[in-house]
């Protein structure tokens, strides 16, 4: 018999005791206290259709970088909304400032940060424990597609410079927070990519994010003995303001996604609360791919099922 903290269901004695009889696991729940309206986003993708938001991060600091908008933001109110305090950082220093009144001068704190510079980062570290007076989680989500040439063109100032911004960019991070993470027993989730995973394109792009990957795994080893963790999300397209000079692109990539419709930046906010939080507390190592199902496999054809298995749904 197994026990769980932190859900909220309820037991049927009856079925427990005859699982038991025969010998099965049985996974009893305790309560989880309060628990508010959160982001289950449904078939369409919408923010907010009923669900619930736990309370994972109370009394806990998350550091997040390329927090001004898109999943950075998203994820900055996902894990303030479970009750944590967070540190937002980004280049666009209003955006980051306003942020953080949104979430509350007591709770929020802006930093502008250049992931290239580890005096930035660095900073924005020591800022963190000085304000809040711990570190918890830290969230690589800079980086990006920085290089558009053909790879066969690709400079080798060009390689640099992408995998300084999104490979390197995230090293800078964990070095500079390990000792404080190491103090929590806290964790790192970086933002990857399925480019990380499988051919996309983008070959200098996905070089950095399978670094990313790489990168995770091997610190999960070193400092799994210390109790800090290290994952990966690794988003398919989702949409942010990256895409909002790109016409009707979003809408012309929704048929590669069997679920029929790209991500929201809050299905990656929600993954990273998960990773992040003492649910996934024996997980480490690890990508989570966020994606719709696109690494199924080649969807060049309608897959659905026939429209009488719709019938009565």
Not at 16 to 22: K, N, S
Request: charged fraction near 20%; proline fraction near 4%; aromatic fraction near 4%.
């Amino acid at each position: 018999m197994v026990f769980i903290d932190r859900l909220l269901t309820t037991i049927d004695l009856g079925v427990v005791g005859g699982a038991i009889a025969g010998g099965g696991l049985i996974v009893l729940c305790r309560g989880l206290g309060a628990a508010k309206p959160g982001l289950d986003r449904g078939e369409n993708g919408g923010k907010d259709s009923g669900g619930v938001v736990m309370r994972r991060f109370e009394g806990k600091v998350a550091l997040v970088t390329a927090a001004a908008q898109g999943i950075g933001q998203a994820v900055v109110r996902r894990v303030a909304a479970e009750g944590g305090a967070v540190v937002v950082t980004d280049l666009l220093e209003d955006a980051v400032a306003a942020l953080a009144e949104e979430v509350g001068a007591e709770r929020a704190l802006g930093v502008k940060v250049d992931v290239t510079s580890r005096a930035d980062v660095d900073a924005a570290v020591a800022a963190a424990v000085g304000r809040f007076g711990r570190l918890d989680l830290v969230v690589n989500n800079a980086g990006g597609c920085i290089v558009t040439s053909m790879p066969e063109d690709t400079s080798a100032e060009d390689w640099h410079r992408q995998l300084d911004f999104t490979l390197v960019g995230a090293a800078r991070c964990i070095q500079a927070a390990i000792p404080h993470l190491v103090k929590t027993r806290g964790n790192v989730v970086t933002i990857s990519s399925v480019n990380g995973i499988a051919a996309f394109g983008n070959v200098e792009y996905a070089a950095a994010k399978a670094g990313q990957i790489a990168m995770s795994q091997n610190y999960a080893a070193r400092y799994g003995p210390l109790g800090v963790r290290f994952n990966v999300v690794a988003p398919g397209t989702v949409r942010t303001p990256n895409w909002d000079s790109q016409g009707d692109a979003l809408e012309k990539l929704k048929p590669m996604y069997p679920l029929g419709r790209v991500g929201e930046p809050e299905d990656i906010a929600a993954a990273v609360a998960f990773l992040g939080s003492d649910d996934a507390a024996w997980i480490t190592g690890h990508t989570l791919p966020v994606e719709g199902g696109v690494l199924t496999g080649p969807n060049p054809i309608d897959l659905s099922p026939p429209d009488t298995l719709h019938k009565g749904f």
